[in-house]
């Protein structure tokens, strides 16, 4: 298992590259993705960049609004390479969100309620699917760690300011 990568580390902030075949590395960062997932218990999502791959794919938890199935540890996951958001409401939802490469602090961010994402699995077939709530939350979440972009950075300057200087005093830098 590979160890997550923490902010303010470079590889966080860079796009990554499509994937166009399933091959053994392909194979590897997916492995590493599920099981860094599967051992953090409060994970809803991990992007391959969080452990140095700069490849466009994510797993994502599957229960949605429904936390009672993660606390009886029911393997439900999305895997998602090359997720594309095609289209989202204009509704917003509100959440506390988190993420393992910013650790310790939580910022309210609003996003599309509802998204139709589009993706490969695991056996790069084309899958769509209709999220909302915490779901489409956490799928966006992701995805923009595809995308070089943190959770902090989709807040208000003065909010992403704050969330940084409380970053530095955690980790004791501030």
């Given at each position: 298992?590979?160890?997550?990568?923490?902010?303010?580390?470079?590889?966080?902030?860079?796009?990554?590259?499509?994937?166009?075949?399933?091959?053994?590395?392909?194979?590897?960062?997916?492995?590493?993705?599920?099981l860094t997932y599967k051992?953090?218990?409060?994970?809803?999502?991990?992007?391959?960049?969080?452990?140095?791959?700069?490849?466009?794919?994510i797993v994502v938890d599957?229960?949605?609004?429904?936390?009672?199935?993660?606390?009886?540890?029911?393997?439900?996951?999305?895997?998602?390479?090359?997720?594309?958001?095609?289209?989202?409401?204009?509704?917003?939802?509100?959440?506390?969100?988190?993420?393992?490469?910013?650790?310790?602090?939580?910022?309210?961010?609003?996003?599309?309620?509802?998204?139709?994402?589009?993706?490969?699995?695991?056996?790069?077939?084309?899958?769509?699917?209709?999220?909302?709530?915490?779901?489409?939350?956490?799928?966006?979440?992701?995805?923009?760690?595809?995308?070089?972009?943190?959770?902090?950075?989709?807040?208000?300057?003065?909010?992403?300011?704050?969330?940084?200087?409380?970053?530095?005093?955690?980790?004791?830098?501030?």
């Open positions: 298992m590979n160890k997550i990568l923490i902010y303010p580390n470079k590889v966080l902030k860079e796009c990554c590259e499509e994937i166009s075949i399933i091959d053994d590395e392909t194979k590897i960062i997916i492995e590493n993705l599920l051992t953090n218990k409060n994970c809803l999502g991990i992007a391959a960049p969080q452990l140095g791959f700069k490849k466009r794919i599957s229960c949605g609004d429904n936390f009672i199935n993660k606390v009886l540890s029911k393997p439900n996951h999305y895997v998602m390479i090359n997720p594309k958001i095609i289209s989202h409401s204009e509704n917003l939802f509100s959440y506390d969100e988190g993420c393992l490469s910013f650790p310790g602090v939580f910022e309210q961010v609003k996003r599309p309620k509802e998204i139709v994402v589009e993706y490969r699995d695991i056996n790069f077939q084309l899958k769509t699917l209709e999220a909302k709530n915490i779901l489409s939350t956490c799928i966006q979440h992701e995805i923009d760690h595809l995308d070089g972009i943190m959770f902090f950075e989709r807040v208000s300057q003065l909010r992403k300011t704050r969330t940084l200087q409380k970053y530095k005093r955690l980790k004791g830098n501030g």
